[in-house]
């Protein structure tokens, strides 16, 4: 007993002679809007509140909806003798395709290395996380103007504008399909005039692809424009997700891709790639990689998912019309056209 007194006491002395702990002042964090909207929400006592911010698709009674597809996968994977829970192959891909692209352009893309003070310019309406993922990988960021709040549609006049009057060689973030928070994309035509704008300016593209299927009920219409900008030369970045175009919102599933002008370059890269990856987590979670593998490297899962994005999309058209018919019975002088106008989960 003596002797742990002694000890405990001597430990005692030993913090007495310590500063302040070294977190003991980190300040409040100022969490973004809509965290402080979700918190008031959970606050809300009312019954009769509707949650408008959950940003997955749900089954109209709100349960969560699970793709045939995946379930087909899902069954598939767990039927295999062969599977096993070693590494994966590949260092890349992954939840944190924005992140990780953001941090690449950090360390290696020339114009920001040569003038560090650059900023990466975003939508003003765009998904809420992309100012804090780009400047956590330290850039400074600036606004574009996108969104007509009187006609409720893409102002493509003002956003090319701005792209024109912006630094050459600028880093541009850009939704693909299914913009969050508006529900509105340019059309076919509006993205050939950007892509112009792109090549006359020499900006990067940095390509947000997370809802592809979600406005036409095909993917490979959404994702027209990253072909669009591909197809005459512009430098992109394309950081995606499985998570929404196969419900695997949990498995945090996605991919980062980015153009190069050789193989020697994209050799280069890639080790790049597995240096961040490295530091980051190691490697990645396997189960939601081997589901999607399973539905796109297999015909019979392949078109069903297809049929099951068509599904999604055509009741999310559905489900529009009825919001709009119940707008339309509340407020009859207003006009609610832009409802069925826009397209994905955003209105």
Not at 42 to 63: F, P, V
């Amino acid at each position: 007993m003596p002797e742990t007194q002694h000890t405990l006491a001597a430990s005692a002395g030993s913090r007495s002679r310590f500063a302040a702990h070294p977190f003991a002042n980190v300040p409040q964090a100022e969490l973004e809007s809509l965290n402080a909207l979700q918190g008031q929400f959970n606050d809300d006592t009312r019954s009769h509140k509707a949650d408008l911010m959950r940003g997955i698709y749900q089954t109209k009674d709100g349960s969560p909806y699970v793709f045939p597809s995946v379930k087909m996968a899902r069954q598939m994977l767990f039927d295999d003798p062969e599977w096993e829970h070693e590494y994966p192959a590949s260092h890349l891909g992954g939840s944190g395709a924005c992140h990780m692209g953001a941090r690449f352009l950090r360390k290696h893309n020339e114009p920001y290395e040569s003038d560090p003070e650059r900023s990466v310019y975003i939508p003003a309406e765009s998904w809420v996380n992309h100012p804090n993922i780009f400047h956590n990988a330290g850039f400074s960021t600036i606004t574009l103007p996108y969104y007509d709040s009187f006609t409720h549609s893409f102002d493509f006049d003002a956003f090319n504008d701005a792209l024109k009057s912006a630094p050459s060689q600028s880093i541009v973030v850009l939704q693909v399909c299914g913009n969050n928070p508006t529900g509105c994309d340019p059309s076919t035509e509006q993205w050939q005039r950007l892509a112009q704008t792109f090549r006359a300016k020499q900006h990067f593209a940095f390509f947000d692809l997370s809802y592809p299927g979600f406005a036409s009920g095909s993917v490979a219409k959404d994702c027209m424009p990253i072909r669009i900008f591909d197809k005459v030369g512009i430098p992109l970045l394309v950081a995606a997700t499985y998570g929404k175009m196969l419900g695997l919102y949990g498995e945090r599933v996605g991919y980062l891709c980015v153009s190069l002008p050789t193989a020697e370059a994209a050799v280069r890269c890639e080790q790049q790639m597995k240096l961040l990856a490295r530091a980051e987590t190691g490697a990645q979670p396997r189960f939601g990689a081997r589901l999607v593998s399973n539905i796109l490297g297999t015909p019979r899962l392949k078109v069903q998912w297809e049929e099951d994005i068509y599904r999604l999309a055509d009741d999310l058209a559905d489900r529009r019309k009825k919001l709009k018919i119940e707008l339309l019975r509340g407020n009859s002088d207003h006009d609610w056209e832009f409802a069925t106008s826009q397209t994905g989960m955003f209105l």
